[in-house]
């Protein structure tokens, strides 16, 4: 077995800080790193003096083309490859070329990608602009080592046509808002606040040769037919189990790939459900942790393929078992080290972390439907709320010991003690050992974990910016009504302490320590006013509700038109996936299930019609059993799929978008759940041999 050197190969592939220090002057060096840590404007020299440096970093390692990465509103990323190549010179040999007006703009079409109505079909201009900070890196793979320059994707009007700008633009927000806070307790020295991300990421691995045999999964990412097998996830057997060879093969030339890119993948296991699995990164700041997430998926798929495997990142690939999610791990971290998210040993006396924690509270509490949204994918629609992910009502877990501090708060006005963690100890030759304040819990969509906030919506297709733009601009605002009232105040101590106390009582509801899962929660969520958007549909509205539009233009991260325009997408994505859902299905029962099954039906008949024409008086109640309720189940087959046909295709007459993606979700989704339930009984009576794609068992069992 080949070692691998982590050490040497971690970051191999990125033109990072070390990188930098070594190929360009001290003083190119200094001006870009100044620019990096706060945020000044790149000199044409210097953008010339780092393009030239990067250049002939890449060609030394095999590198011929560039690329402006970027990430539009299409769910993936984007890039079109140049070479370096310039004009030959008058003796025909060719220079290598790139300056830094090829670094700093590139300019991409911009008509076929999803904008909204921001820009008509003829108005083709777009502009992507270098994001330098967060590195370029090098993707190797069968076109050839191309040189990635992470970039942010506007119109030539200016708008946001991508998810890094406005994530870009949250983060000067909460950077800034959260320094006022930070000044309020005397702190001089933090210079930058930081929203830290840690994504962990999870997905499926089935057998590609079974996958391409399957039309749900190829067109839609999710079998639309399939009934459950003997056994799913429920002796709890794969969940951390011993990873099979051939996962473990994958898996390392997964995690060799994103370590030359920079990608910190720290975790590795087998989750809940067969053929699922995980993994998790060391956090980084936000923009670097969602180009990294997006490089995950895509080095999880590329590499499944080199390995006769397929990833699906699909929310629900299967139904009854586990789907996949994004857990988003989120704090606020300062240039120089401090956590504002760290409670301490005794946090009812960190005055500063309770006010940052109550500030969350009112924020989650106010902004929850647009939390929501944030999270609100096709995929999605399909997961939320099952047996490993949280329920769709936005609530906040705070666990034992930070619960007990609010409640003293609320009831008493102050918060005096902090209940302990203390020892564990489990008894024989174990040693005893320091156990946390305070429980985990699983069905909570936000939940403190220590010294982070855990927001575990986001679906595993999804790009964990939406929800990290949300986050930082939810926090923000309230951080910034905060920082106006304190700074006003006479008496600072006291102003502290009271709007701690006020923000508490006012926001009490959104704190919820419980079973989210129970239908007794969505009862008191019900009781306490909270929203509970069960569909992407229901959730669309909040990204264009007043209170949405007032916070986002506040700190210029969406204007009014972008907002309305990602709406509009929103709606038009979910129509769109969900009529190919539609169509699949309909295609596979007429060429492949109903085929099959009438197959099935003339076996069955002929072995009837064989034992009664024996003359020998034999039994045929089976067979005749046997066909009475095959041919029964085909009879509610075709009659689903005729109204499946027919709303399928009245619905595409509906102009109005978000009035089609609603009827989509009404009218067509029943149709479709209506022709799979016999289709699944079907499956389990007609012959393996008969049946025309591989079963859920041969897909998760089997790889």
């Known amino acids: 077995m080949q070692n691998i050197n982590v050490s040497e190969i971690f970051g191999s592939n990125v033109f990072n800080d070390t990188v930098m220090r070594e190929r360009l002057s001290e003083q190119v060096y200094a001006d870009f790193r100044r620019c990096i840590d ?33 990430q539009p509103l299409t769910g993936v990323t984007a890039e079109k490859h140049d070479s370096f190549i310039s004009a030959p010179d008058a003796h025909g040999k060719v220079i290598m070329e790139f300056k830094g007006k090829e670094l700093i703009k590139g300019e991409p079409d911009a008509s076929s990608f999803p904008s909204g109505g921001l820009r008509s079909t003829f108005e083709a201009r777009g502009y992507t602009a270098w994001d330098y900070t967060s590195p370029a890196f090098i993707k190797e793979d069968a076109a050839g080592a191309i040189l990635c320059i992470p970039t942010a994707f506007c119109s030539y009007t200016g708008e946001a046509l991508d998810k890094k700008t406005p994530l870009l633009r949250s983060m000067e927000a909460i950077d800034k808002q959260s320094l006022r806070i930070l000044r309020l307790f005397g702190n001089t020295t933090s210079k930058k606040v930081t929203p830290s991300v840690g994504p962990e990421q999870e997905y499926f691995i089935v057998d590609k040769k079974k996958y391409l045999q399957r039309k749900d999964l190829v067109f839609t990412g999710r079998t639309l037919f399939g009934a459950m097998p ?27 790939e994103l370590w030359k890119m920079g990608v910190t993948a720290k975790t590795q296991h087998n989750e809940a459900a067969p053929a699922q699995h995980e993994l998790a990164p060391i956090y ?74 109550t500030c969350i509270m009112r924020a989650v509490d106010r902004h929850a439907a647009l939390l929501r949204e944030s999270a609100a994918d096709v995929g999605n629609e399909h997961r939320l709320g099952a047996a490993e992910a ?81 986050l930082n601009a939810i926090v923000a605002e309230v951080f910034c009504e905060t920082a106006d009232i304190l700074e006003k105040a006479d008496n600072l101590d006291l102003a502290i302490h009271d709007i701690i106390k006020k923000y508490a009582v006012e926001h009490q509801r959104i704190i919820f320590n419980g079973n989210g899962y129970s239908e007794e929660w969505v009862k008191e969520a019900e009781r306490r006013g909270l929203p509970n958007l069960k569909s992407m549909v229901d959730a669309i509205p909040a990204l264009v509700a007043e209170d949405t539009v007032a916070l986002f233009e506040k700190f210029s991260i969406f204007t009014r038109t972008e907002l309305e325009s990602r709406a509009e997408i929103q709606y038009e994505a979910y129509a769109k996936a969900t009529n190919i859902e539609a169509l699949t299905m309909i295609d596979m029962a007429r060429k492949q299930i109903i085929p099959a099954v009438v197959r099935y039906i003339t076996v069955l008949a002929d072995s009837y019609n064989s034992v009664k024409n024996t003359g020998l008086n034999l039994d045929s109640s089976a067979q005749e059993e046997m066909l009475t309720e095959v ?42 759940a209506a022709l799979r339930a016999p289709v699944d009984k079907l499956e389990m009576l007609v012959d393996k041999s008969m049946w025309p794609m591989p079963s859920y068992g041969d897909l998760i069992f089997e790889v």
Not at 53 to 65: L, R
Not at 635 to 661: C, F, P, Q, S, W
């Open 38 to 70: 706060e945020g000044a404007e790149l000199s044409k020299d210097t953008a010339n003096a780092v393009a030239s440096a990067m250049k002939d970093w890449a060609i030394e390692k095999g590198v011929t083309h560039y690329s402006h990465w970027f």
């Open 230 to 256: 003997p056994k799913g996830q429920e002796m709890e057997d794969h969940y951390f189990g011993s990873i099979r060879e051939r996962i473990g093969a994958f898996m390392k030339e997964v995690n060799v």
């Open 284 to 357: 980084a700041k936000a923009n670097v942790a969602v180009d990294n997430n997006q490089l995950v998926i895509e080095v999880l798929k590329k590499v499944a393929d080199r390995h006769g495997l397929t990833c699906l990142l699909h929310e629900k690939p299967f139904a009854g078992v586990n789907g996949s999610g994004k857990h988003n791990n989120w704090s606020l971290t300062t240039d120089d080290g401090i956590n504002l998210l760290e409670p301490g040993k005794t946090p009812h006396e960190n005055i500063q972390f309770l006010l940052v924690l």
């Open 390 to 470: 949280p329920p769709a009502i936005i609530s906040m877990f705070l666990g034992e010991q930070l619960e007990d501090v609010i409640w003293q708060l609320v009831n008493t006005g102050s918060a005096t003690s902090s209940t302990q963690g203390g020892k564990l100890r489990i008894g024989g030759n174990l040693p005893a050992f320091s156990k946390d304040a305070t429980d985990r819990n699983r069905t909570s969509p936000f939940a403190f974990t220590g010294n982070k906030f855990e927001f575990r919506m986001v679906g595993s297709a999804d790009s964990v910016a939406s929800a990290n733009i949300v």
């Open 631 to 672: 041919s029964k189940l085909l009879g509610e087959t075709k009659r689903a799929l005729k109204v499946l046909e027919d709303e399928a295709y009245a619905v595409k007459k509906i102009e109005n978008m978000e009035l089609r993606a609603r009827t989509y979700l009404e009218k067509v989704m029943p149709a479709m």
